[in-house]
């Protein structure tokens, strides 16, 4: 299908006909939850772990919306392109109101939303990229994949000032996950990574290095890890559904280790790329 062609509340258009109300309350109040789901050559990938994933956004903020996996497969289909890699980006809104209140109306249609754009190729960030360590300002439901983003655009556009490719949050002494990514770090050649929690979104990436790990006999752990560890981390990796495992090779300025790609990423990266060919 055409590249600007979206989904909005029912019906495929060009994305210069997309138009939403300004009393959206996604506009007003970013009262709305999303997902970022990758397509390869037009198979969505672990894509009942992303409806799930929303289920669980949507119920936590009390938005009922009473669709299973087929009917969201049904919708985003028509963006799928057999020719190309593809992030589906879905969004659900709590919709518009007849007036700006904080408090939610009695009777609103949820506004539904999805696009598609192409992955970029991962070669340059698949060769090392640099991070920085900045204090966590986000709220207290990181587990919510909500569209209200702005501390994490706020930290993200610190880091890139910074010439980073992303910023790793520290909370109470303990480095929780990216601005966009999840975190996790070789230590005694031990795969480490924060437990579920409110603190970090449950990245779908996440769980299947954590399952691809398992599976091939690499020690993991489920625990916090202290900003400490970091700093002497043979290996750190940011991980997310477009940008796949990301090797830091640069922290805040000194080198991770010897300031290369390290051997236990190559290993992982080759599982996760064998992983994905079923669906390529
Ligand atoms: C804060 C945060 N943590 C983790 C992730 C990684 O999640 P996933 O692997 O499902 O893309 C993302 C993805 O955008 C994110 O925004």
């Known amino acids: 299908m055409n590249q600007s062609l979206v989904y909005l509340n029912g019906e495929y258009m060009p994305l210069k006909d997309a138009k939403i109300s300004v009393l959206d309350r996604g ?8 997902e970022v789901i990758p397509a390869y050559k037009g198979e969505l990938f672990y894509f009942s772990d992303h409806v799930k994933r929303l289920q669980h956004s949507l ?22 392109d057999k020719n190309r890699n593809q992030a589906i980006y879905l969004q659900v809104t709590r919709g518009v109101a007849a007036k ?29 990229i640099k991070a920085v360590t900045l204090d966590d300002s986000r ?71 954590l399952e691809l790990a398992r599976a091939n006999g690499l020690e993991v752990h489920e625990r916090e890890i202290t900003l400490a560890e970091l700093q002497i981390a043979d290996e750190i990796w940011l991980t997310s559904s477009t940008r796949e495992i990301m090797p830091v ?17 190559q290993q992982m990266n080759t599982w996760f790329q064998n992983n994905k060919t079923p669906t390529l």
């Open 59 to 80: 119920q936590r903020i009390s938005l009922e919306i009473a669709y299973d996996s087929a009917k969201w497969q049904n919708i985003l289909t028509p963006l799928l």
């Open 249 to 265: 090779i640069h922290l805040d300025g000194n080198p991770v280790a010897a300031g290369k790609v390290g051997s236990i990423w």
């Open 139 to 209: 709220w207290g439901l990181c587990d919510v994949k909500a569209t209200t983003l702005l501390a994490n655009v706020l930290l993200k556009q610190q880091a890139s000032t910074q010439q980073c490719a992303e910023a790793i949050l520290i909370k109470d002494g303990n480095a929780i996950e990216g601005a966009a990514s999840n975190l996790f770090v070789i230590l005694n050649n031990t795969l480490i990574t924060p437990p579920k929690s409110s603190k970090i979104l449950a990245g779908i990436t996440r769980q299947i290095i």
């Open 100 to 128: 700006r209140d904080h408090v939610f109306p009695e009777i609103i249609t949820p506004t539904i939303f999805a696009m598609a754009n192409d992955i970029q190729p991962l070669d340059s960030i698949q060769a090392g």
């Open 27 to 34: 506009f007003l109040f970013g009262d709305g939850v999303y």
